[in-house]
Every structure is written in structure tokens, then in C-alpha cells.
């Protein structure tokens, strides 16, 4: 399994170092959609590629943007984050207990879905089946789904740098911290398997209107989360966190996507009840 993994990580960064050399060519003469229509397999692919980088951008300046409501948002999502904090021992050692109860096979689906190979190997089989059959939508849905796990991705990387967080298993406190560790044991925070499952998740729940099929999709999509819960690898706060940046950035960056390709969506996208997205004329986180 491991000797299968490497090479796919691989095809994987050059898949995107191709992306972004495209970038720059892409944006010289690319209409603003593609409604134009005409246009080959390869200019979608620049175009695309133009896009991912553009929504990387779009959602790594939204604080910039912030309004009143915005901060607030920002400043309650911190405040339940503080909440959770507090209780952070006592729900460690209530998944931990749990895990040893679940089926193995459901605590090897956590795992494998949540790592970053296995992730990108959904997202860009999404984008190929659009691109190959030149279907707007599915291309669309892959743009999203591939700009977003890289948006957050990318921040939980230097997030778990920054912060040197103690993991649950290591039998430290939850309020140890070591910034720039050496030691992956002090990576806690945030959980990458959250961030990267539950941002597929969510942008793909994006594509149903039904809200049982779309409860259906989150729990699925949850499971890596809980699962290194189980696993004493992360607290409790880290993945509540993680679920909340993997929301934002698909908010952020679908809102971008509006302006770049039609909206896949019958009827228009259910804004989040916590206003990451507040309408027309306004910031999106």
C-alpha cells in the first residue's frame, strides 16, 4: 500500500507545479467564463489551472475584506473553539475509550481518506472526468474541490509548525505547546484528515439539495476527524476548528468560482447560518 502511495503523491505535485506554470499564460487572454464555449481540452486545463491559484488567493486575502458581521463571526467561532478547549481532557478520554469499540475497517477508512495521496486522488478524479468529457460542471466541482483542500492544506501545514501542539497520545496537557517542533507528536493542531476530508465534504454536499443526502455526505465526511479522535492524536478543539476552516475556505473560494464559471447549483447555494458568506456586495470569508 505504502510502495503505491509514493508515486501518487508524486504525479500529484506535478499535476499541480503544471498548473501553476500555466497560470501566468492563462490569464493573458482567458474570457472571465466559459460560456464562450469553443474552447479545447487544453486551454480548459490553463483556464482551470488559472483558477485554482486565483481561489488560493481569493480565500488566503479574505481578512482583508472583513466587515463588522465578519469579525464577529470570527470572534464567536473562536469563542466555541476557547469553549471546547476547556474540555478538551475529559472528550479525549471519552474518543479514546470509544475507538477501542469501532470496526477496524471503519478506523482505516479515517485514516486513508483523511491523508493527503488518497484525498487527491478523489479531487483530481473529479476535475479529469469533467475535463475529459468537458462537462463545466464537474470540471467546476473539481476546481473547487482541489483549490480548497490546497487553501487549507497548506494553512494547517504551517499551522501545525507555528503552534507545536502536543497531541493527546503523547500523554501531555492540552495546553502544551512547542512551536517549530521536530517531533511530529507535536503536531496536533490543526487536524490535517479533518481539514482535507470535511472540505471534499462539504463542497461536495454543495451539488444536493436533499438535506438527508447532504447530512449523509458531512458524517461521511467527518469520520477521519473522529476517527483520530479515537486514535488519541488530536483534541477534541483541533478538529471543531479544522471543521470551521474547512467551511470557510470552500465558502470563500465557491464564491470566487461564481464569478468564473455558471453555478452548478439548481437553486442558489444555502448560505451558512453563521454568515461566512452575508450576500451580494459583501465580504466572504
Not at 509548525?161 to 493527546?168: D, E, F, I, N, Y
Request: net charge positive; charged share 20%.
Amino acid at each position: 500500500m505504502t510502495k503505491l502511495c509514493v508515486p501518487v503523491s508524486r504525479l500529484w505535485y506535478v499535476f499541480m507545479a503544471c498548473l501553476f506554470l500555466c497560470n501566468v499564460r492563462a490569464q493573458e487572454n482567458e474570457p472571465d467564463s466559459l460560456s464562450e464555449g469553443g474552447l479545447t481540452r487544453w486551454q480548459m486545463f490553463k483556464y482551470d489551472g488559472a483558477n485554482i491559484f486565483g481561489g488560493m488567493a481569493h480565500a488566503y486575502s479574505r481578512p482583508l475584506h472583513w466587515e463588522g458581521d465578519d469579525w464577529l463571526t470570527f470572534g464567536g467561532v473562536m469563542v466555541g473553539t476557547g469553549l471546547v478547549f476547556l474540555a478538551d481532557d475529559q472528550t479525549s478520554d471519552f474518543f479514546v475509550r470509544q475507538g477501542k469499540d469501532m470496526p477496524q475497517f471503519i478506523r482505516d477508512y479515517g485514516w486513508y481518506y483523511g491523508s493527503p495521496q488518497n484525498n487527491y486522488m478523489l479531487t483530481g478524479a473529479v476535475y479529469l472526468t469533467g475535463l475529459f468529457t468537458k462537462n463545466e460542471k464537474w470540471r467546476r466541482t473539481g476546481v473547487l474541490l482541489i483549490s480548497s483542500a490546497s487553501t487549507a492544506g497548506l494553512l494547517q501545514q504551517v499551522s501545525k509548525m507555528l503552534v507545536g501542539r502536543a497531541r493527546p497520545r503523547t500523554g501531555k496537557s492540552k495546553d502544551t505547546f512547542d512551536p517549530f517542533p521536530s517531533d511530529s507528536d507535536y503536531h496536533s493542531f490543526p487536524s490535517g484528515h479533518t481539514i482535507l476530508s470535511f472540505t471534499n465534504a462539504y463542497a461536495l454536499a454543495k451539488l444536493v439539495n436533499n438535506p438527508w443526502a447532504k447530512a449523509g455526505i458531512y458524517t461521511v465526511g467527518l469520520v477521519p476527524g473522529v476517527s483520530r479522535l479515537w486514535e488519541g492524536a488530536h483534541w477534541l478543539s483541533d478538529v471543531v476548528l479544522s471543521v470551521a476552516i474547512s467551511i470557510a475556505t470552500v465558502e470563500a473560494i465557491d464564491h470566487y468560482l461564481d464569478s468564473k464559471y455558471d453555478s452548478p447549483y439548481r437553486h442558489k447555494k444555502n448560505k451558512i447560518s453563521w454568515n461566512f458568506n452575508v450576500g451580494p456586495g459583501k465580504s466572504v470569508l
